[in-house]
């Protein structure tokens, strides 16, 4: 209609209605500035209100710790955030859940937590919290975690339970020092054939167990042991992690496992035999209290430096490869876990990711929810790993930090990088624990040459069996 109108009155219009115009792109620009995204923002509804959340303890978490008062101080929520053993925070934070005590708001789960605890309800999906402008941070750039352990631990169905927190995995660990001795590499190439290095295989790894195992008062790179030296340690314990590391770093590497594509029971298959015979030999190797070791101990005892040579968890290795912890620090050398050569499937290797998962009994959880995205907020990630010298990254864009590629990190880093690619979340199964005393048992006793690999996989598979015919959720 304005082309109806006389030049003047179009030209008075335009006058009129200008400081209004100019008035409200100033408003917008105000508005838009006042309203960026900010904890602080995001929280001020929140300030004051206290949120527990139950995580657990190693150097890892000890370090986020040392920073969850800047959370408390950029929003006003105050954060008691308390840390537990690994045995510990599995069954109090459990207890709590599932009990609907609501004493903790949020709880850190294994990804083998997630189908017990998704299958009682214990567990609000966070769907609507993530759609929630408000509440939601927009950089916060889900898609730099790392992939599969992310996604295969903290979605399910369609729905999604938390982030990525504690990316977990298995390294190979070795004593660089003795792998490099001249007089140890020249031995070794005498007896095997080929160069000793790293080990890159599993054929590798148990080459050099065999050669590094000696007796008191026998030579190592040129000294006289004061006490039997053993080429590997691993965990034993028939709790721990014993069987998970045995289900990914070995059964899934000889192309079995214990679950079929259906979710059924299959663990008496030729593989498995295989997989748990070659595990089985590496305890003749292997301190002779193996049995009792856990996921604490493994460390200790290379740091101790009894043994040439672990399958261990990367996290653990922050407490023992760094000043003041080991006299052998510095000199370890890292890898991804050796693949089987005589298989060319997908390499596979145990890893444990885990979430912080907000409390069906929880009254708060908008404000766990800011907690939760400020864990894994890039900036926050940064700081973690500057803070501790390294760390255990579940973002990509971690891996190019100048603190990840420290030459005292770098071994270190690479062998978790290789390893994350083979990581998944445990399958979401309601039986777990269940099925988990049961295998934990089997896989002991064959490592103790209590039974055969044989007869180990004909009593897992009936007691599979008697847990659940379809075993996922």
């Not at 109806?4 to 006058?15: E, V």
């Not at 071994?411 to 978790?416: N, V």
Request: charge should be neutral.
């Amino acid at each position: 209609m304005y082309e109806k109108l006389p030049k003047t009155c179009l030209q008075t219009t335009i006058r009129a209605l200008a400081p209004l115009l100019v008035t409200a792109m100033v408003g917008f620009s105000l508005s838009s500035s006042a309203y960026a995204w900010s904890y602080k923002e995001a929280a001020a509804p929140y300030k004051g209100i206290t949120i527990r959340v139950l995580d657990e303890v190693t150097p890892l978490q000890e370090t986020m710790k040392s920073l969850v008062p800047e959370f408390e101080k950029e929003t006003g929520i105050k954060t008691e955030y308390e840390l537990l053993n690994h045995f510990d925070v599995i069954s109090k934070g459990q207890a709590d859940m599932l009990s609907g005590r609501g004493h903790y708001d949020a709880v850190m789960l294994h990804s083998f937590q997630m189908g017990p605890l998704l299958d009682a309800g214990a567990v609000i999906d966070i769907n609507g919290l993530l759609s929630n402008a408000k509440l939601t941070n927009p950089a916060l750039a889900l898609d730099d975690l790392i992939e599969p352990p992310n996604s295969s631990t903290t979605k399910h169905k369609g729905k999604q339970y938390g982030f990525l927190n504690w990316n977990y995995n298995h390294v190979y660990w070795a004593r660089n020092d003795l792998l490099s001795h001249a007089g140890e590499k020249s031995a070794f190439k005498a007896k095997y054939g080929y160069d000793l290095a790293p080990a890159k295989t599993m054929q590798q790894m148990r080459d050099i167990a065999e050669f590094f195992t000696r007796k008191k008062g026998t030579k190592l790179a040129g000294a006289t042991l004061q006490s039997d030296f053993y080429g590997i340690v691993m965990e034993g314990i028939k709790g721990g992690t014993t069987f998970p590391g045995v289900w990914f770093n070995f059964l899934t590497n000889w192309g079995g496992g214990l679950l079929d594509a259906q979710g059924a029971p299959a663990f008496d298959t030729p593989e498995n035999v295989a997989a748990l015979r070659f595990w089985g030999d590496l305890w003749k190797y292997s301190p002779p209290g193996q049995g009792e070791y856990s996921l604490i101990d493994v460390p200790t005892v290379m740091g101790n430096g009894i043994a040439a040579q672990t399958i261990a968890w990367s996290d653990f290795v922050w407490g023992i490869d760094a000043p003041g912890k080991s006299a052998l620090h510095g000199k370890f050398v890292y890898g991804n876990i050796p693949r089987n050569e005589d298989f060319d499937g997908p390499l596979t290797t145990a890893g444990e990711p885990s979430v912080i998962v907000i409390s069906k009994a929880s009254k708060k959880a908008e404000a766990v929810y800011l907690f939760m995205q400020w864990m894994v907020d890039p900036a926050t990630q940064e700081k973690l790993l500057n803070a501790g010298g390294g760390g255990v990254p579940i973002r990509n864009s971690s891996w190019d930090l100048p603190v990840m590629n420290s030459p005292a990190v770098a071994s270190l880093a690479a062998a978790m990088r290789d390893s994350m690619k083979g990581s998944h979340g445990k399958p979401k199964m309601p039986n777990f624990f269940e099925v988990y005393d049961e295998m934990a048992s089997i896989v002991q006793q064959i490592g103790l040459g209590q039974i055969t690999p044989e007869e180990g996989v004909k009593i897992g598979q009936k007691k599979l069996l008697k847990i659940c015919k379809k075993c996922l959720l």
